[in-house]
């Protein structure tokens, strides 16, 4: 029976289930489990060693390992859990991420990712796609399926994300992950990255050196990132003048606001628009 056949009559051994009760225990002992803790979760328990300050976070399990996530109250949930298969992994359009090879779900270390806010909105929206298609008869409903679990694996796996493992306590990955949080919600008013150093009470010096080391890039880096894809969006996917689109991202003035496009895109505000 040839491999397309084979993930075929797994597709519908996928499943992806809310963080709901006190304890959310594993269900399926031949499945990779990706579990998603957003907030409200206690702690993940994993072969016996719980593992705190877990919220906000990726985990990446083989098939191997026990594992339980406590949660301190069933009023909300608190994530997701999604159940791969481990055949579906063989399939060629896995076979060049990184995602699936050893350093993340065939490793002793336990891999962890803190999604960027901006990510984290993605990751669920592909959640519930393969939710919904699970649920279907549609025609090309598994390569469907199969390119959403890529999609999905690819935003996990951006450069963007902070990348570490479940035993890794390390605070310069903790603050810059508050930092990336902050950007989130308040770049439309502060470009600069005094201000947020300020914020997360430590000095831009310090601030910068943490991003590099965690990240590759300064500090400046991820707030023009930032204010690139939101002016990209709002003038592909808005009708906003482009006055409009540079005054709601906190620029002083029209010009300095193409300038500022110009500089990071390659091409002006208007003649992105236009193309």
Known sequence: MSLIIHIRMNIDTIKITR????????QNVDCYAVCWVQNGARGIEINKTLYTNVSNSVFFLNPGYDWKILK?????????????????LNHPIFKNLQITEIRLLNTNEIPKINLTPAIETRVKAIL????????????HREEAIISLLNTFFVYCDGKCNIKSVISDNNAKSALV????KSIDHNINQYHDVGHYAKVLNVSSKYLNECVKE??????????????????????KFTDKTVKEVGYELGFSSPD?????FKK????????????
């Open 19 to 26: 963080i709901l009760r006190k304890t959310t225990s594993k």
């Open 72 to 88: 301190k109250d069933t009023t909300s949930s608190s994530g997701y859990v999604l159940y791969i298969p481990k055949n579906i």
């Open 256 to 260: 300095y606001f193409s300038y500022f």
């Open 214 to 235: 965690v990240l590759g890039v300064n500090a400046k880096h991820l707030l023009d990132e930032q204010l690139v894809m939101r002016a990209r969006h709002s003038l």
């Open 177 to 180: 992950y508050r930092f990336k």
């Open 128 to 139: 519930e796609m393969l939710d919904e298609l699970l649920s279907t008869n549609l025609k």
């Open 264 to 275: 990071h895109v390659g091409t002006t505000p208007s003649q992105l628009r236009q193309n």
